[in-house]
């Protein structure tokens, strides 16, 4: 999954830039349904690994680019809310998903593990369908000049409707000057990204999401789950209690 990942992390900015955020999240979402479906029916190890490879493309997409839909997309008085709460949420999926496998364990045969893969399915068929009824990011319409579109969108969000809301009209005023400094950035490449004045944030950046995936506690779980199985009740209880903890933390 890591693979797949990694190869949809450098494809989601060109995806999002294109046909904007909500379209690459929606796509992200089929890619994530056909990626599970391929793990479900995996007949061999071959299988399996193309199908997490598939759901590593849409992990990819939607790791970068749903806190950027949100963050475009949230009002101001409640953006850094927002952008905590999907971090949350990814931890109640691991969570979820924790319990579902240990439930998955008192299950005779390959049904065991076809259950467990397919379940994952369920959320990329609702984060579709509630796609549908959200609107674009007022950022993406106004780069792409669809002024007349970022501003109904603004309105529905912060004015109920009303264009000529003063909250409306100060985050009009925002885009249009994010927009503008998009548009003077446009030169700027990857090679700018290490100048001498901006390497370290550059690094920052780029630390924070590393070790973020390094520091262990990923590998520390898949130790645990490839010891000897349980034999007996407690045992499992207290696999499963020290999931619960690890996700809540």
Known sequence: MSGGSFLGALCAGFIADKWGRRYALMLASIIWVIGAAVQCSSQNVGHLIAGRIISGLSIGITSSQVCVYLAELAPGRIRGRIVGIQQWAIEWGILIMFLVAWGCTTVAGPAAFRIAWGVQAIPGFILFGALIFFPESPRWLAGQERWEECLQVLAAINGKGDQNDPLVQAEYLEVQEAVRIMQESKGVGMIELFGPKIWKRTMCGCSVQM???????????????????????????????????????
Not at 211 to 231: A, C, E, F, M
């Open 211 to 249: 070790w973020q995936q390094l520091v262990g506690g990923n590998g520390k779980h898949t130790k645990d789950h490839s010891k000897q199985p349980r034999r007996n009740l407690a045992d499992q209880c207290h696999s499963c209690s020290h999931d619960v903890l690890r996700c809540l933390w």
